[in-house]
């Protein structure tokens, strides 16, 4: 992975190929539903700051892969109906599924809930309300992610707790998807082991998966997302991304998924994945 992708300008627009490849992770993850209308051209032309051609552009790539199709009087609308992956597991699987911010990793987890029917735990999902809620309780903003205070006391309850919603769904014979960024715990070939050896005793595969993109395709993620709790990555977008290796692989046997823009749709990836874990 190239390093200096962190060094991409502000100013850089979208490309069509760019757009459409964003719009299909949405499609394909469950955000854009089966028959929803679309946005006029100049809807999204102003969302992404692009356009209206490239709006143009980049539905014609959608287009021409029948994720859209045109209706009159109607516009846009998505065309995806339901995918169901229907082999079933001898035994339960965990699908941990890791990456940094604006990667995809959400996206590619509701993506295989859709396909498995499997439970789905992301961090986000599951403790925000709670974080947020002990942050403003304890002086800080509802958005920090990058004190001490969060990340020595906030944080490791977060993901005791995301974990221990993972056992208790194995405990009970089931399957389950967990998103969270785990880069401290990826990278900690013991936290690994110990995981992979506590799904064992109750009968359980540990698959982990590391969701790799570049930094201007991450960027993009964060921005169209507007979540408060970017504004400080976004700010000291330079910084941030500084911090990040970009060619992290997880310290235990892994999956790497790619999400740059140039990539292979997830959903195609998502499907060999599954084909491999449920072999």
């Not at 395709?217 to 921005?223: D, N």
């Given at each position: 992975?190239?390093?200096?992708?962190?060094?991409?300008?502000?100013?850089?627009?979208p490309t069509a190929a760019?757009?459409?490849h964003h719009v299909r992770?949405?499609?394909?993850?469950?955000?854009?539903?089966?028959?929803?209308?679309?946005?006029?051209?100049?809807?999204?032309?102003?969302?992404?700051?692009?356009?209206?051609?490239?709006?143009?552009?980049?539905?014609?790539?959608?287009?021409?892969?029948?994720?859209?199709?045109?209706?009159?009087?109607?516009?846009?609308?998505?065309?995806?109906?339901?995918?169901?992956?229907?082999?079933?597991?001898?035994?339960?699987?965990?699908?941990?599924?890791?990456?940094?911010?604006?990667?995809?990793?959400?996206?590619?987890?509701?993506?295989?809930?859709?396909?498995?029917?499997?439970?789905m735990l992301d961090k986000?999902?599951?403790?925000?309300?709670?974080?947020?809620?002990?942050?403003?309780?304890?002086?800080?903003?509802?958005?920090?992610?990058?004190?001490?205070?969060?990340?020595?006391?906030?944080?490791?309850?977060?993901?005791?707790?995301?974990?221990?919603?993972?056992?208790?769904?194995?405990?009970?014979?089931?399957?389950?998807?967990?998103?969270?960024?785990?880069?401290?715990?990826?990278?900690?070939?013991?936290?690994?082991?110990?995981?992979?050896?506590?799904?064992?005793?109750?009968?359980?595969?540990?698959?982990?998966?590391?969701?790799?993109?570049?930094?201007?395709?991450?960027?993009?993620?964060?921005?169209?997302?507007?979540?408060?709790?970017?504004?400080?990555?976004?700010?000291?977008?330079?910084?941030?991304?500084?911090?990040?290796?970009?060619?992290?692989?997880?310290?235990?046997?892994?999956?790497?998924?790619?999400?740059?823009?140039?990539?292979?749709?997830?959903?195609?990836?998502?499907?060999?994945?599954?084909?491999?874990?449920?072999?």
């Open positions: 992975m190239d390093s200096n992708l962190g060094d991409v300008p502000r100013s850089a627009k760019a757009i459409a992770t949405e499609i394909e993850a469950g955000r854009l539903a089966h028959r929803q209308p679309l946005p006029t051209s100049k809807e999204l032309a102003a969302e992404w700051g692009v356009s209206p051609a490239m709006i143009s552009r980049a539905m014609d790539i959608l287009a021409d892969d029948e994720l859209i199709i045109s209706k009159p009087r109607a516009g846009r609308i998505v065309n995806f109906p339901p995918r169901v992956h229907l082999s079933v597991p001898s035994r339960p699987k965990v699908l941990l599924v890791g990456g940094y911010a604006g990667s995809g990793k959400t996206e590619l987890g509701r993506i295989l809930a859709r396909l498995t029917h499997w439970p986000d999902t599951t403790t925000r309300p709670v974080v947020e809620q002990a942050l403003e309780l304890l002086g800080k903003s509802p958005h920090d992610r990058e004190s001490t205070l969060y990340r020595e006391s906030i944080r490791p309850a977060e993901y005791e707790a995301l974990i221990a919603g993972m056992m208790e769904n194995v405990e009970c014979g089931t399957s389950a998807i967990v998103t969270a960024p785990f880069a401290l715990e990826l990278a900690d070939r013991t936290w690994c082991d110990r995981t992979a050896a506590n799904l064992a005793r109750l009968g359980a595969d540990l698959h982990v998966i590391w969701v790799r993109c570049d930094a201007e395709s991450m960027r993009r993620y964060i921005r169209h997302r507007g979540a408060a709790r970017d504004a400080s990555k976004l700010a000291n977008w330079d910084d941030y991304v500084k911090g990040l290796n970009l060619a992290f692989e997880p310290a235990i046997e892994h999956t790497i998924i790619s999400n740059s823009a140039n990539a292979r749709p997830l959903q195609e990836q998502a499907e060999q994945l599954l084909a491999t874990v449920t072999a």
